[in-house]
């Protein structure tokens, strides 16, 4: 009869995790090497470094989670939507945070150690770990430490940059990209990046010039999604004198941007007036999320949906764009939270034309194509279909993609 404590069980557990962990860091930068030398062509680097990825952060978010068990236990819905978005930050990729690892671009450095690359694979780990808890300056000294051990990680020099750029220093944050683009000009994450900077700076051409090598790249789609959010190709063709200053991207970007300037003093503050009582409507809420999303902001994105659920649990636009904004992760854990938002959605209004579209792009992801048609016809048999929605259906091939 085994004398094994629950304790001890747990502790085996968790060090056979952390075994398995450190054994897929080893075996990233095993792969770097092997890709380094000519082992391996592109195509198979890139899968398998996207698998060795994802295992590793499905390791380390269990990790976390036992931690966390272990201590004190946050009993709030708040903090438990804080843990996915952290898991957001820490895995998958929608806005500026969160497309390194579907960019899967081959990083340059290639004729460091082996130490010095696990050391520096690791430190990359725990920069996206901190940057889930919305530790900004905390996560730039991590890419720091990074770049330290390799001056030319072109990941951390991006990153970095992206993040000086969130914190108010654009000018900061274009030395740093500077120096990714010339390291790795193949690197879509940090031309977006450019481009957004170069307009911050009053530079449009320099943005044109990014966006044109851009769109040169194999880019993955939610970086290229990240383009059309910010509103950056309307944007700059305006700035240039062109037409496109009224272009529907130009204009939602403008929309959502005016959202927030009105949204975020009312309700991105230290104690937040309950949202039923400030006279902002949910639509205008959604809207600044979306702005806040586009800019990698995505925590933030999500508690301002959050505050609108907390008085109105059962608002179906606010459902539906919370489940939108963690779905289109793509992440396994949190794409099955989104499409839990997006059913309570259509439970409550089954006709209810951003989820039906949501929910089907959701659906796809996961590979359930039954579903996704579902969805899209009975989107389809709406007598009212909101333009917008036709567009992202049409710009992102779903009806290629489900047949």
């Given at each position: 009869m085994s004398t094994r404590t629950e304790p001890d069980r747990m502790s085996a557990l968790a060090r056979a995790r952390l075994e398995q962990r450190d054994f897929l860091l080893r075996s990233l930068d095993d792969l770097e090497a092997e890709f380094d030398a000519?082992?391996?062509?592109?195509?198979d680097y890139r899968n398998l470094k996207a698998d060795y990825t994802?295992?590793?952060?499905?390791?380390?978010?269990?990790?976390e989670r036992q931690e966390s068990a272990a201590g004190p236990t946050a009993g709030t819905s708040w903090r438990r939507a804080l843990a996915w978005t952290a898991m957001v930050l820490v895995v998958a990729g929608f806005a500026g945070f969160l497309l390194a690892q579907f960019s899967g671009n081959r990083r340059p450095g290639g004729s460091v150690t082996g130490d010095i690359r696990a050391s520096a694979r690791g430190l990359l780990f725990e920069a996206r770990q901190t940057l889930g808890t919305g530790d900004l300056p905390g996560a730039v000294e991590v890419y720091d430490q990074v770049?330290?051990?390799?001056?030319?990680?072109?990941?951390?020099?991006?990153?970095k940059g992206w993040l000086e750029r969130l914190q108010g220093d654009p000018e900061a944050a274009k030395l740093l990209l500077d120096d990714a683009v010339a390291i790795d000009p193949q690197y879509p994450d940090a031309h977006v990046f450019s481009a957004a900077v170069a307009m911050d700076l009053g530079d449009p051409q320099a943005a044109a010039a990014h966006l044109k090598l851009f769109d040169t790249l194999d880019a993955p789609p939610f970086v290229s999604q990240l383009v059309d959010s910010m509103g950056l190709r309307g944007a700059i063709t305006a700035a240039l004198g062109g037409e496109a200053a009224t272009t529907p991207d130009a204009a939602v970007a403008a929309r959502r941007k005016a959202a927030l300037d009105k949204v975020g003093p009312i309700l991105m503050v230290d104690n937040p007036p309950a949202f039923a009582g400030t006279g902002i409507s949910v639509t205008e809420v959604v809207d600044a999320s979306e702005a806040l999303a586009s800019d990698g902001q995505l925590i933030d994105a999500v508690k301002l949906i959050d505050q609108v659920i907390a008085d109105l649990p059962d608002d179906v636009e606010a459902l539906a764009a919370r489940g939108w904004l963690i779905a289109r992760t793509r992440n396994p854990e949190l794409l099955k939270a989104g499409i839990v938002y997006l059913n309570r959605a259509l439970e409550l209004q089954p006709d209810y034309p951003n989820?039906?579209?949501?929910?089907?792009?959701?659906?796809?992801f996961v590979g359930d194509t039954e579903?996704?048609?579902?969805?899209l016809k009975a989107f389809d048999a709406l007598d009212q279909k909101p333009a917008d929605l036709v567009e992202l259906i049409d710009r992102f091939g779903l009806r290629q993609s489900i047949g």
């Open positions: 000519g082992d391996l062509d592109d195509i994802r295992r590793a952060a499905d390791l380390i978010r269990r990790i770049l330290e051990l390799q001056p030319s990680n072109v990941e951390a020099l991006a990153y989820a039906l579209v949501y929910r089907a792009f959701s659906l796809e579903g996704a048609r579902a969805d």
